[in-house]
């Protein structure tokens, strides 16, 4: 059971928006940054959204982040083929000392 | 450019110790934390912990402390992740990363390792 907790699919057509929930608790997305991951198949996770709501350079603006208490979501517009994906939220947990990923959301773009 | 270069894949057989590696290049090493992390077949991503290669500060995961032991070397810029006596369950994806702190606060993970498969 992960920390914290994502829907396990979304799907959305191509052109369109989606967005994925993550939600934690007062230890964790409470008092901290938000990071987002995505996984495409067979890759090693990359870094989409930092700081809750900043993109690292390279990123499209299709992506962004948000915070709000214990809850962040991740967005994502004008979706492409190439967005399927394992998306991940992550951030530290100050009772555990330890990042926590949420359990992951397979987007899939009907 | 910041790599984070991995070992190659593993077949190990129950019983027997194993050490990977991951080596750092294009940025100073010794002044960012590395982290592990696992991924099981078909399954989600698990924090395993960190070290800070500059003066080896390491912190387990509750779920893996006593499990795994985390290493580095500053000298040839490269961390480990090692079992001292592997079990069919240690099967999976290993990675490790990079950590992007703001004093106390972790702001991501910006870079990955390639992953190294370890099959028991």
């Known amino acids: 059971q992960s920390v914290l907790t994502q829907p396990p699919s979304v799907s959305a057509a191509p052109g369109q928006k989606v967005t994925i929930s993550c939600s934690g608790s007062s230890s964790n997305i409470g008092i901290n940054y938000v990071s987002w991951y995505q996984q495409l198949p067979g890759t090693a996770p990359k870094l989409l959204i930092y700081?809750?709501?900043k993109r690292p350079s390279g990123i499209p603006d299709r992506f962004s982040g948000s915070k709000s208490d214990t809850s962040a979501t991740l967005g994502i517009t004008g979706l492409q083929t190439g967005d399927e994906a394992d998306y991940y939220c992550?951030?530290?947990?100050?009772?555990?000392?330890?990042?926590?990923f949420g359990g992951g959301t397979k987007l899939t773009v009907l | 450019e910041v790599q984070l270069v991995q070992s190659g894949a593993e077949v190990k057989k129950p019983g027997e110790s194993l050490k990977i590696s991951c080596k750092g290049s294009g940025y100073s090493f010794t002044n960012y934390w590395i982290g592990w992390v696992r991924q099981m077949p078909g399954k989600g991503l698990e924090w395993m912990g960190i070290?800070?290669?500059?003066?080896?500060?390491?912190r387990y995961s509750p779920s893996f402390q006593g499990q795994v032991t985390i290493s580095a070397d500053k000298s040839i810029i490269t961390a480990y992740l090692q079992w001292s006596s592997l079990k069919a369950s240690d099967t999976a994806i290993y990675y490790c990363?990079?950590?992007?702190?703001?004093?106390?606060?972790?702001?991501?993970?910006?870079?990955w390792g390639q992953g190294t498969l370890v099959t028991v």
């Open positions: 070290i800070y290669p500059g003066d080896s500060d390491t």
């Open positions: 990363a990079r950590l992007l702190w703001q004093t106390t606060i972790l702001q991501g993970i910006d870079y």
């Open positions: 700081d809750n709501h």
């Open positions: 992550g951030t530290w947990d100050n009772s555990l000392s330890a990042v926590v």
